[in-house]
């Protein structure tokens, strides 16, 4: 037909450029070849060949070819003689001021290095335990801590464990193992019902599933590392996982202990991930999405829904990490304080949760559940071992054997606090939470980041230093969370906080440290606030990371220091 012909007749003459193009290349190449023997061509065919492997496995690894040549950069200019030596003096003087800022590092008394020749009473034990839970400047009680301690109520606590109980939770289940649900089979059914409790919260449907972990980080870990085989079993051999800069550092370090490749997503102005920067990055290597709800330095929520588009479009896997706020965003329509968007397994596209049981929870420490959409992600997770000597093994998570004890303490702190008592102390949470965002964007030279929905405050300054603000409400006895990234500080509202003038009494000393700060603007910052505001302007990062392991050691160091130093307005803690 005409149309037909027509359009060969308007191809023609590309296929003649095109073949002219093609004759010029080989006569060019045999030409190179003219004269060369067969052995050599080979030899030329292989060497180009393991050339071009070896220049694709240098270009494309977990790292960037930009991080990597930074790092190789510092690490030479740390072997020039001069340079170096200043760069060591400046890194020694650092650490000095860690450890020297550091109360909980300095014990007068001498530690325990050998096991005792006679074992110590039971008095003896007792007394020695209360010598070292005595030990700290902090008193986490009168709620001057952000986060950590999530309930402390006194009435759960003498469920757990106190000795006037008839029955203690912890001791009936002290010596139990969920590794042996043959020999324990009532803690299995603990866990279980735990999970299943978690999945109803997070409204997951018949298929939804899960596990118990022993915190967030390893909840975080075994979705990492299910989605990764996922993508193994699909055929990306090197599986990446797009990342807001504002997640977990768990997901840094389930990078760093899977292999996958991190890639980290920018925010908005609003502190939210870029939904569109983060559809940009996705590629056939992607593994895994998450978002976060909320996330950690600025409790600001992901917008689950948009990015749950991307996952089900490009039939990615899509992780919520709920770890902080999750026992509380399950319960905030109830308690009066309706979230903008949804989060949990009503929207399609995400197939995984994490939550912290230990948190919001409020069970005790070492708890936390980890959430899928259905049984089939949930397999990825597993390890077994079936060709071991020692018979078949198998375990859902990372530890192999797990303390009973947690797991029925959580069990028993989820069924004692009940549906209407989150409801209640999410309301009051809730409640104190926004008081305190109301009262603080009245004050001037500070600033909230972003506009949080849950429990977490961060506040920073265009005016000064927001660190000396830190070191000033430590000098008073708070201890907040310090951020970088941008400098800024944070408060995680708790049950504690909600206690009679607790709130009031943060923001008298807030204000009074706005006011001193205020007197002398130019004043250095000293103790930890200095330290962090050089770890964000040290270029090399490595060295950053050198300092923190010298602060890990020192947490393990049976050494009596000899000599101390404070920072500016503190008794010495942070």
Request: net charge neutral; hydrophobic share 40%; aromatic share 10%.
């Amino acid at each position: 037909s005409f149309p037909f012909s027509f359009a060969q007749d308007a191809i023609v003459p590309y296929q003649e450029i095109l073949q002219m193009y093609w004759e010029k290349a080989t006569s060019f190449v045999n030409a190179q070849c003219d004269g060369l023997e067969p052995w050599q061509l080979v030899g030329l065919t292989f060497s180009s060949t393991l050339a071009g492997v070896w220049l694709h496995g240098f270009l494309f690894q977990p790292q960037s070819l930009t991080s990597r040549t930074k790092k190789q950069f510092f690490k030479l200019l740390r072997k020039m003689p001069f340079i170096g030596a200043i760069i060591q003096k400046k890194i020694d003087e650092a650490l000095n001021d860690v450890t020297s800022s550091l109360s909980f590092l300095k014990d007068e008394k001498d530690y325990i290095k050998a096991l005792p020749e006679q074992g110590m009473s039971q008095p003896e034990v007792l007394e020695k335990m209360k010598e070292y839970s005595s030990k700290g400047d902090v008193r986490w009680q009168d709620g001057k801590v952000s986060g950590t301690v999530y309930s402390g109520e006194e009435k759960l606590t003498r469920l757990l464990v106190q000795v006037k109980c008839k029955q203690k939770v912890y001791e009936e289940f002290a010596w139990s193992n969920p590794l042996h649900p043959d020999i324990f089979p009532g803690l299995r059914k603990m866990e279980a019902e735990v999970v299943r409790v978690a999945c109803t919260l997070f409204n997951g449907g018949p298929n939804s599933c899960g596990a118990m972990t022993s915190g967030g980080t390893e909840s975080i870990l075994m979705a990492c590392k299910a989605y990764r085989d996922l993508a193994y079993e699909r055929g990306i051999k090197q599986p990446e996982m797009l990342v807001p800069v504002s997640a977990h550092a768990a997901f840094d370090k389930a990078a760093h202990y899977f292999g996958l490749k991190l890639i980290h997503i920018p925010l908005t102005r609003a502190m939210e991930v870029d939904v569109q920067a983060m559809r940009r990055a996705i590629s056939k290597n992607t593994a895994m999405l998450v978002c976060s709800a909320p996330q950690f330095p600025h409790g600001i929520m992901d917008p689950i829904d948009e990015v749950a588009e991307l996952a089900v479009k490009y039939k990615i896997p899509f992780h919520v990490d709920a770890c902080l706020g999750g026992f509380l965003i399950a319960f905030m329509d109830k308690a009066g304080f309706p979230l903008k968007r949804p989060f949990d397994f009503r929207v399609k596209g995400v197939t995984s949760i994490s939550a912290d049981t230990h948190k919001y929870g409020y069970a005790p420490k070492g708890s936390s559940v980890v959430l899928y959409s259905d049984k089939k992600y949930r397999s990825y997770q597993f390890f077994v071992a079936p060709d071991w000597q020692g018979g078949i093994y198998a375990s859902p998570s990372l530890a192999g054997s797990r303390a009973g004890g947690i797991i029925a303490a959580c069990w028993a702190t989820l069924m004692h606090i009940g549906e209407s008592g989150y409801v209640e102390a999410t309301k009051r949470i809730i409640k104190t939470a926004r008081f305190l965002e109301s009262e603080l964007r009245k004050m001037d030279s500070i600033f909230i980041l972003g506009k949080p929905e849950v429990s977490v405050i961060s506040i920073g300054s265009e005016t000064f230093d927001i660190y000396r603000l830190s070191n000033s409400l430590a000098a008073k006895g708070w201890n907040l969370n310090a951020l970088q990234f941008p400098p800024s500080i944070h408060l995680c509202i708790t049950q504690l906080h909600t206690k009679p003038g607790v709130a009031e009494q943060f923001l008298r000393d807030v204000k009074d440290g706005i006011e001193e700060i205020m007197k002398d603007l130019n004043a250095k910052t000293t103790g930890m606030g200095a330290i962090y505001g050089m770890a964000q302007s040290v270029p090399d990062r490595s060295l950053v990371a050198e300092i923190s392991q010298a602060y890990l050691d020192g947490l393990y160091s049976t050494d009596v220091p000899c000599s101390e130093k404070h920072m500016n307005g503190s008794p010495g803690h942070h």
